[in-house]
């Protein structure tokens, strides 16, 4: 399985980037994580693999949204009012086996290389 995420960049707080990840091969259970420089990867949103359910940490909850196309294999979230706090590198993940354990990075075993995301003040 190959993961590939894009449209990180450089947006000013209070603007929106919206990310892609593309997957080969089956539909699986799919959550975005970020790493900041210096700080542990941490949990961001995730999505059920029919698109019926979806999870998100408390520091995105009303700015960020994911949703996913199944017949494009392409997983997005979509982030709104940007903070410089949300600056990290965004990580989509695949989770093969549907542990539903969400919040985990041990949870899924496929990930994408990362796109940065800047958000200048």
């Known amino acids: 399985v190959q993961l590939q995420a894009c449209g990180g960049g450089l947006v000013q707080a209070g603007g929106s980037l919206r990310l892609s990840c593309v997957a080969s091969?089956?539909?699986?259970?799919m959550g975005w994580f970020r790493q900041a420089p210096g700080k542990e990867r941490e949990f961001v949103i995730a999505?059920?693999?029919?698109?019926?359910?979806?999870y998100s940490a408390d520091s995105v909850k009303g700015r960020f949204t994911i949703s996913r196309d199944n017949a494009k294999n392409t997983v997005y979230l979509q982030m709104n009012s940007l903070k410089p706090d949300d600056t990290a590198v965004y990580y989509c993940?695949?989770?093969?086996?549907?542990?539903?354990?969400?919040?985990?990075?041990?949870?899924?075993?496929?990930w994408g290389q990362g796109t940065q995301v800047t958000v200048s003040s």
């Open positions: 993940a695949a989770d093969r086996d549907g542990s539903g354990l969400w919040y985990s990075p041990r949870a899924y075993e496929y």
């Open positions: 999505i059920s693999w029919r698109g019926d359910n979806t």
């Open positions: 091969g089956r539909t699986y259970d």
